[in-house]
């Protein structure tokens, strides 16, 4: 158990990162015509506007709120709030948009399901990576009861140190989550999986979003007239 322990959280973590980015750089450099999201708007826009506008709001702010909670450094905002009030803060909006994430999973699911037309395009990429998404929406949410035992903010720092000890390539990661309840455990493997399939599925029109905000900073063309 010691073993899988460490090559879960010491070891996988490194894996899904491997293949998350050098698979988006393979993917994107070899098979840019797949690069897309396979928007199904055009069979049946009813449901699609609420479903996805749902997902998207809560999934990114999710997203923001992991990648800001877990790297940023105690230190970093000690001057504003304690441990304790970080891991309340994180329950209550990360419930809110959790919430809202998995009502505008399930509508999509729904209509992924529910629609013939929809269903006949749908491949087995897209099924499973809605199901793994709504799964781990459930499980991240199933987390903040777990969360409101420990409202000294010690479950958050154990997730942070793991967290940023695996991003700075130091050792003994896996311990500081070792004792933690299954379900949190489960929750990260899940996160970790989903990096892992990221590159494979019509997730990747995720960079393009980043690529977006590049473009919106570009500098002016200049345009010159002839003459």
């Given at each position: 158990?010691?073993?899988?322990?460490?090559?879960?959280?010491?070891?996988?973590?490194?894996?899904?990162?491997?293949?998350?980015?050098?698979?988006?750089?393979?993917?994107?450099?070899?098979?840019?015509?797949?690069?897309?999201?396979?928007?199904?708007?055009?069979l049946r826009a009813r449901t699609l506007r609420w479903g996805s506008n749902l997902f998207h709001i809560g999934v990114l702010f999710i997203f923001v709120g992991h990648l800001i909670g877990?790297?940023?450094?105690?230190?970093?905002?000690?001057?504003?709030?304690?441990?304790?009030?970080?891991?309340?803060?994180?329950?209550?909006?990360?419930?809110?948009?959790?919430?809202?994430?998995?009502?505008?999973?399930?509508?999509?699911?729904?209509?992924?399901?529910?629609?013939?037309?929809?269903?006949?395009?749908?491949?087995?990429?897209?099924?499973?990576?809605?199901?793994?998404?709504?799964?781990?929406?459930?499980?991240?949410?199933?987390?903040?009861?777990?969360?409101?035992?420990?409202?000294?903010?010690?479950?958050?720092?154990?997730?942070?140190?793991?967290?940023?000890?695996?991003?700075?390539?130091?050792?003994?990661?896996?311990?500081?989550?070792?004792?933690?309840?299954?379900?949190?455990?489960?929750?990260?493997?899940?996160?970790?999986?989903?990096?892992?399939?990221?590159?494979?599925?019509?997730?990747?029109?995720?960079?393009?979003?980043?690529?977006?905000?590049?473009?919106?900073?570009?500098?002016?063309?200049?345009?010159?007239?002839?003459?």
């Amino acid at each position: 158990m010691e073993f899988l322990h460490q090559l879960l959280f010491g070891i996988y973590p490194y894996v899904a990162l491997t293949v998350f980015f050098a698979g988006s750089l393979l993917r994107f450099d070899r098979e840019q015509y797949t690069w897309k999201s396979d928007s199904s708007q055009l069979l049946r826009a009813r449901t699609l506007r609420w479903g996805s506008n749902l997902f998207h709001i809560g999934v990114l702010f999710i997203f923001v709120g992991h990648l800001i909670g877990l790297l940023a450094p105690h230190a970093s905002y000690a001057w504003l709030m304690n441990a304790g009030a970080k891991q309340l803060l994180a329950m209550v909006s990360g419930g809110i948009a959790g919430v809202l994430g998995i009502v505008g999973l399930t509508l999509l699911i729904h209509r992924r399901i529910a629609d013939p037309r929809i269903w006949s395009n749908t491949r087995g990429w897209d099924i499973t990576i809605l199901v793994i998404l709504w799964l781990q929406l459930a499980l991240g949410l199933a987390t903040i009861p777990l969360s409101g035992q420990h409202l000294d903010g010690s479950m958050m720092l154990k997730f942070t140190e793991w967290a940023q000890r695996i991003v700075t390539f130091r050792g003994g990661a896996a311990a500081f989550v070792a004792g933690v309840h299954w379900i949190y455990k489960v929750h990260l493997f899940f996160g970790m999986t989903l990096f892992v399939l990221f590159p494979f599925s019509r997730l990747v029109h995720v960079w393009s979003g980043f690529a977006v905000l590049g473009y919106l900073t570009r500098a002016y063309q200049i345009v010159r007239t002839r003459g």
